[in-house]
């Protein structure tokens, strides 16, 4: 074992030099301020004043968790009920993905795949979706050369987590049960 610095023997301080500098490598600063900007939406959305579902058109949205999710009223049904439970990130990792397909600018489609890979995949993400490695390796890889493809498996497992578990216990709520009272 090394003890003082006067005796230390030279692999200690070698050793001791190398820690030192992975240490300073973990702690260097962002390249920019940027990398330090928390994303904040400039525009405060307020919800929209929409009408209620009629019964029948409630009643609708237990067919599929595709049709929920393309019509209006259920998708924002849907997402209020998730985050009652604080489980909305499922439901926004998925609404980013098909925002992303839309993107045509390649330049644009590297930075997003870069904000979703942050928010939503990698390990300790703020919204960080549940996907097995496999998976995440794989959309890891995809995302070397982004295309519109790049985050489709994680997408249709996170379209099979809310199918499974999300949308049944939407069905079963006490907020969905008075719609379609």
């Known amino acids: 074992m090394c003890k003082g ?3 230390l023997p030279h692999s ?3 050793r001791a ?6 240490l300073g490598t973990l702690l260097q600063k962002p390249d920019s301020a940027v990398d330090l900007v928390i994303p904040y939406d400039e525009k405060v959305q307020k919800p929209a004043k929409t009408q209620k579902p009629s ?3 409630a009643l609708q949205w237990r067919d599929s968790l595709d049709g929920l999710l393309k019509d209006g009223h259920a998708l924002a049904s849907f997402r ?4 009652s439970e604080f489980s909305e990130e499922n439901l926004e990792f998925w609404l980013a993905c098909e925002d992303y397909k839309k993107i045509q600018s390649p330049a644009k489609m590297a930075e997003r795949a870069k904000q979703i890979y942050e928010e939503f995949i990698q390990t300790e993400a703020p919204k960080e979706v549940n ?3 496999f998976t995440k390796d794989l959309t890891v890889k995809n995302l070397v050369e982004p295309s519109l493809n790049s985050f489709d498996t994680a997408q249709k497992k996170v379209h099979a987590l809310m199918e499974k578990d999300s949308l ?3 069905l079963r709520s006490e907020f969905y049960q008075e719609l379609v009272k």
């Open 17 to 22: 030099k190398e820690i030192k500098l992975k």
């Open 80 to 83: 209020s009920f998730l985050q």
């Open 5 to 7: 610095l006067a005796a």
């Open 12 to 14: 200690c301080l070698e």
């Open 55 to 57: 019964r029948e058109e």
């Open 131 to 133: 996907i097995d490695h």
């Open 168 to 170: 049944p216990r939407f």
